[in-house]
């Protein structure tokens, strides 16, 4: 493992990698300081850029926006308590006030501490996880794979925003959309409607700007000639003494705990985590009472459990090629877009480039941190700026991607019509994230299914043929079931209420 890891140093400090780590950050940052705009939808501008580098430069230019964004989400947060992620709305319970009281510089200080050891609290745990979940996961039987597919399907419908029956919906749709184009077996087409330019399939580049670029711009195009107005104009980052941080391990240390361990689970990712550990550590303090007026633990947990989640989302992405949130989709997207097969082979047939990303996620972080500490000023007079400037040069970088994917005009009106399906669904409160899981899992999953069955002349008691599968089957069933429960007693306590 550590001759892996060394490698993929070796690989990251190439001068041109270096550089797109680097870019990737800053843009993270600055796309986080933006309210509105996301991690997903700059990583999506940024894929058609990507289609004629190599895999490894491409993904490792989308880690560093990853990484970005987390920190970047808090500028805005602490400075107007408008978090420009949802990631970044639970720092804005004390970052604002101490931004009130006169100390925003402060408050950025312990917002770039807190989210710099927490990232590479999260590095520690992936590169730890990964090779040795890898070498576990490599084992697994065409049945075991398809039942950590649908695993992670039931698993992000039930902890993403809104209800799970959202979710479902989410992924059956996406799934629908994945049985488009030819039989995976025996290649006979399949739902295509009468044109030919599906016989491929839908074009996957495509779908992934129009829910996360097209749908973003349409979403956002309320914001047209708004500016925001700073609590202060006179902001100075302020880095914390490393001694007066000492006092802080334990938050350090809940969020870093919160942040890996929620992030490892498919579809928690970075919304539910922070608000946990700012429980956690409130619960724990000695002056709980003082939380939400403004002190240092208020904004250190909550950041050190969002970086700490980049660390936690890779794990699952890496091993069992079950993206944690919208961001880590997008990059499983990308690996499939440069050939590269995400699951649980991919250590074994594309090490190197596993370890050029666990390699690279350590140096962007390290990047996050200097370039906020010289560099802040600037992306807080970007923040002060009317933001609908960029909608522009996000439509046109979506629609060339769309269109560079397959050189033809059909992948543009694909987007187009993917665009208004993502900006209805999310106004709907459906959580697009899930349909593009759909779409990436669905092929694995009925491949691996067929073959399954194939192997055990159609025999379905196979997915329950041992232990481990009896056990995944067990929290599927238990999953849902409990969703059924949580329901039937939403539906009970309205009914009380309507009829007291």
């Known amino acids: 493992m550590i001759e892996g890891i060394l490698a993929g140093f070796g690989q990251c400090l190439m001068p041109m990698n270096l550089f797109l780590i680097f870019i990737g950050t800053a843009l993270g940052l600055l796309v986080g300081a933006l309210p509105g705009f996301s991690s997903p939808m700059a990583i999506v501008v940024l894929l058609p850029l990507t289609y004629h580098m190599n895999a490894l430069p491409a993904l490792l230019v989308m880690i560093g926006v990853y990484v970005g964004t987390k920190l970047g989400g808090s500028f805005p947060a602490i400075l107007l308590r408008t978090p420009g992620t949802p990631a970044g709305a639970c720092t804005a319970l004390d970052g604002y006030p101490m931004a009130q009281k006169g100390e925003a510089g402060k408050a950025l200080g312990y917002a770039t501490m807190g989210s710099t050891f927490g990232g590479v609290f999260g590095w520690i745990l992936a590169i730890t996880c990964v090779p040795f979940l890898s070498k576990v996961a490599v084992k697994s039987s065409n049945a075991d794979i398809a039942l950590i597919g649908i695993l992670g399907l039931i698993m992000v419908s039930a902890f993403v925003r809104g209800s799970m029956v959202r979710g479902l919906i989410g992924v059956v749709f996406g799934l629908l959309i994945a049985t488009i184009g030819l039989d995976p077996i025996d290649a006979s087409p399949r739902f295509l409607f009468g044109s030919y330019d599906l016989i491929s399939g839908v074009p996957f580049a495509a779908a992934l700007v129009g829910f996360f670029g097209i749908a973003v711009v349409l979403s956002d195009i309320k914001m047209v000639g708004t500016r925001s107005q700073l609590v202060t104009n006179k902001i100075n980052l302020s880095l914390p003494k490393l001694s007066e941080l000492k006092k802080y391990w334990s938050n350090v240390l809940i969020g870093g705990l919160y942040g890996t361990g929620f992030g490892a689970v498919p579809g928690v990712g970075a919304e539910g985590s922070p608000w946990i550990a700012y429980a956690t550590a409130r619960n724990k303090s000695k002056h709980p009472d003082k939380f939400g007026t403004g002190i240092a633990e208020g904004i250190i947990t909550p950041e050190a459990t969002n970086n700490a989640n980049n660390g936690g989302t890779m794990v699952p992405m890496l091993t069992l090629g079950i993206p944690g949130d919208g961001s880590t989709a997008i990059m499983l997207g990308a690996m499939i877009l440069h050939g590269i097969t995400p699951g649980v082979t991919l250590m074994q047939s594309d090490g190197p480039l596993v370890y050029g990303l666990l390699a690279g996620l350590l140096i962007s972080t390290i990047f996050m941190f200097l370039i906020a500490w010289r560099a802040i000023r600037y992306f807080i007079f970007v ?31 694909i987007a187009i019509v993917f665009g208004v399906v993502g900006y209805i669904l999310e106004k709907c409160n459906f959580p697009v994230v899930t349909v593009v899981l759909g779409i990436i899992l669905g092929p694995i999953i009925e491949q691996n299914i067929r073959i399954a069955l194939a192997l055990s002349d159609n025999d379905w008691s196979t997915f329950v043929g041992t232990p481990i599968r009896v056990i995944i089957v067990a929290i599927i069933v238990g999953l849902i079931a409990y969703e059924i429960y949580k329901g039937i007693l939403s539906f009970g306590a309205q009914k009380s209420t309507h009829n007291p």
Do not use: E, H, K
């Open 383 to 413: 923040l002060q700026q009317d933001r609908a400037w960029l909608f522009p040069f996000i439509l046109v970088l979506t629609t060339l991607g769309a269109y560079s994917s397959m050189n033809t005009i059909f992948p543009v009106y």
